[in-house]
């Protein structure tokens, strides 16, 4: 809506408002003043409510309607002007405004009417409002009505007859009684057949219609007898007050509404980090007060919500709307229509669903991504082990086999200068010499690419050796003698392997402990000693050798720990995963 | 007859089988060769010899079970009454690696002893065929 468009629109609230007292008259009895000050409040607050609910929804016509009561509830004061035509107007005026509030009631949420029937019955409303009071005022002479001399003229008055004003009165009363349960039953019956968020936005509306429905037809039975003045001044001063309700049902809809927007923002703040999309559909339900939520997906065989129903975009049933979501995934919300109201409502909805979904997607595919580095790394290092096995056997079948082959060929070539050539014998036995010394050496380097002893006999065989090469006094209180996967043994070996040289290099240990222990799913490494301690734990993070041996049980999926209290000893531990 | 002088080498490396017949022939032993697990037992049985210098790594068994096959064959011949002699022959394990390197497995196998292969002579040899 424009500023001009508001400006006018407010300007013709106040000044219909400020009309009133210019025209309408203090009454004389001041019990009446409560009427006299109640009418323009119940006015003002319908025309506060309009302009407001042009600004909130302005296609809907529930702007319109609520101002559209609101002037009627004025228009009757002009029967206060000391002007025949105002009298006259002003009095035909007076049941219009019930009907209005009629049409308001019948059209709640959306501004629309739900139906033919529907629409008939608003017509009726205003016809019996306008039709009876026409009809009335051919017959009434303001005299009737305790009017004196001073009163304008009734300009539609024709024949002065209180029997014919008395009948079109009973006949008006009756037929506002049926009119008025008939638009009652209906506003019932909309809340009864509502789901979701327009279930919720019509539940006040039941209420408010229950008191105002039974106060207009105490107000159509009590006004077709002369009642005490008491009475008079409680239905018809006091209870025509209650239509004040109907700009309520404003205020309590724009509070749902805000409060929806703070729970979403609550729930989707809340809302677990991929949590699976049910979980999300409810959060967002429950957030935004529409039970009937659905978030579906497109699978093969098209859209299909959480809880598995087909649901075609395309063409929602009757009541419900369609929103997309952004993002990699083609997905919908699909809503109680009613909502169309609130569309901030439904696009902050949208937002916090699509957000959460490409967060839930984007966690996803971190995690896959971790998954699959996880495992490249691990076969990285088993492709690793894999070369230096294979590296360890090719030296071993290869230079090993030929230097031992060289070593026994320069043998026999001792043995048959021997005595003969001594100065040859001499040169041989040298070469010879030389020959094991690289095969020892070849060997030793061989080992340290691979242990051999790991392949043939596992674990048990292989710690032993370890130990048996080790200059610190090592025993041995658990290990198992079954065989593990390659990776794992390799793995535990090397923790071992290297848990012993820092032993020997640094710790000025006595003696130390080994211990492989299998539990369920995991094997536990553990190696002590009784040395100096304070390795300093963080160089698990650095480029030392532990960091490497870190990274070695990292990439089995394991876990390494260093315990090394100064003067306590040092404790390494490693818990590999074993299936 | 089976000869306390006879030696089977069993070895799928052709140079060093030359090189330790050579050597051992030298030494004053027969010797009879074998390069796989299968011609290793097959030669046994036809050769009988006293000792037999078994590699470990070999391309279809590895020593260890040609030598659990050759106990157990010797074992069947004495049931038969085929016992010319106790026991079958001395088997004595050779690699390249040394013993450290095949843990308790060299134990626990019904083999006398292991030899690395870059010490071999007929002299060691010759300790093993007569124990102190």
């Known amino acids: 809506m424009s500023r001009r468009s508001l400006t006018g629109l407010i300007a013709a609230a106040v000044a219909a408002t400020a009309g009133y007292f210019l025209v309408a008259r203090p009454p004389g009895i001041s019990s009446y003043l409560v009427f006299y000050l109640g009418t323009p409040a119940v006015a003002a607050a319908f025309l506060a409510a309009g302009i407001a609910a042009w600004l909130r929804w302005p296609s809907s016509r529930l702007g319109l309607l609520f101002s559209l009561v609101g002037y009627l509830t004025l228009l009757p004061a002009l029967d206060y002007l000391n002007d025949a035509a105002g009298f006259t107007i002003g009095n035909a005026a007076v049941p219009l405004a019930g009907a209005a509030l009629a049409h308001l009631g ?32 051919l017959f009434w002479d303001p005299a009737f009505s305790g009017c004196d001399a001073s009163c304008p003229a009734n300009l539609l008055l024709v024949h002065g007859s209180r029997a014919a004003w008395d009948a079109v009165n009973e006949a008006s009363a009756a037929a506002n009684v049926v009119l008025t349960v008939i638009v009652v039953i209906l506003i019932v019956r909309h ?94 339900a429950r957030a935004l007060g529409d039970s009937t939520l659905q978030l579906a997906f497109r699978g093969a065989d098209g859209f299909t919500d959480t809880a598995g129903l087909a649901v075609d975009p395309a063409q929602p049933d009757p009541g419900r709307a369609v929103v997309e979501l952004t993002g990699a995934q083609e997905a919908v919300l699909v809503y109680d229509a009613g909502l169309d109201l ?20 984007l966690q996803a595919e971190v995690q896959a991504q971790l998954e699959l580095v996880r495992a490249s ?80 006999t596992g674990l048990a065989g292989a710690v032993q050796a370890l130990v048996e090469r080790s200059p610190t006094v090592v025993e041995i209180t658990e290990v198992p003698r079954e065989r593990f996967p390659a990776m794992i043994e390799a793995t535990a070996y090397f923790v071992v392997s290297e848990a012993l040289a820092n032993v020997a290099k640094h710790a000025r240990a006595d003696t130390a402990q080994v211990s492989i222990r299998r539990l ?52 390494l531990e490693a818990d590999i995963p074993c299936p | ?65 040609v ?40 134990s626990s196998s019904p083999a006398a002893g292991f030899l690395p292969k870059d010490q071999l002579s007929g002299a060691a040899l010759r300790r093993f065929l007569t124990p102190p």
Request: glycine share 10%.
């Open chain 1, 342 to 361: 609130e569309p901030h409502l439904v696009r902050l909805t949208a937002a916090a669903a699509s957000m959460a979904l490409e967060h839930s997607r």
């Open chain 1, 106 to 137: 019948l059209a709640w949420p959306t501004g629309r009417l739900r139906s033919r029937f529907e629409r008939g019955v608003v017509l009726a409303e205003y016809a019996c409002a306008v039709g009876f009071s026409l009809l009335g005022m």
């Open chain 1, 191 to 284: 809340w009864r057949s509502a789901r979701g968020w327009s279930r919720r936005a019509m539940a006040p509306l039941v209420w408010i219609a229950l008191v105002i429905g039974a106060e207009s037809l105490v107000t159509d039975v009590t006004g077709l007898y002369r009642l005490p003045p008491m009475a008079n001044l409680i239905f018809n001063g006091w209870a025509p007050l209650v239509t004040v309700l109907g700009p309520v049902l404003f205020v309590i809809s724009a509070i749902r509404a805000r409060t929806a927007r703070g729970a979403l923002g609550t729930a989707i703040v809340d809302l677990e980090p991929g949590a699976p999309p049910g979980r999300l559909r409810d959060t967002l």
């Open chain 1, 377 to 456: 790394r691990a076969r990285i290092v088993e492709a690793g082990d894999a070369e230096r096995r294979r590296l360890e056997r090719d030296l071993h079948d290869g230079a090993q086999q030929r230097l031992v082959t060289l070593t026994l060929a320069l043998g026999m070539a001792r043995s048959r200068v021997a005595g003969v050539d001594p100065e040859l014998e001499a040169l041989i036995e040298a070469a010879g010499k030389e020959a094991k010394e690289a095969l020892t050496e070849l060997r030793e380097l061989a080992r340290g690419i691979h242990p051999a002893v790991l392949t043939e």
């Open chain 2, 1 to 65: 007859v089976q000869s306390a002088a006879s030696i089977l080498i069993v070895d799928d490396h052709d140079g060093f089988r030359t090189f330790a017949r050579g050597m051992l022939e030298a030494a004053g032993f027969t010797v009879a060769e074998a390069a796989t697990g299968a011609e290793a037992a097959e030669t046994a049985r036809s050769v009988r010899p006293g000792l037999v210098l078994l590699d470990i790594q070999l391309p279809d068994f590895d020593g260890f079970e």
């Open chain 1, 520 to 571: 369920p799913g995991r094997l536990a490494v553990q190696v002590s000693d009784d040395g100096a301690g304070g390795v300093d734990g963080t160089r698990l993070a650095r480029g030392s050798g532990l960091a490497g041996l870190a990274d070695r049980v990292a990439s089995a999926g394991g876990v390494l720990r260093v315990d090394s209290p100064p003067g306590a000893g040092t404790r």
């Open chain 2, 67 to 106: 030598a659990r096959r050759l106990a157990a064959q010797a074992e069947e011949a004495a049931q038969a009454g085929e016992a010319a002699r106790a026991g079958g022959p001395v088997i004595v394990l050779t690699s390249t690696r040394d013993a450290s390197d095949y843990g308790g497995r060299i």
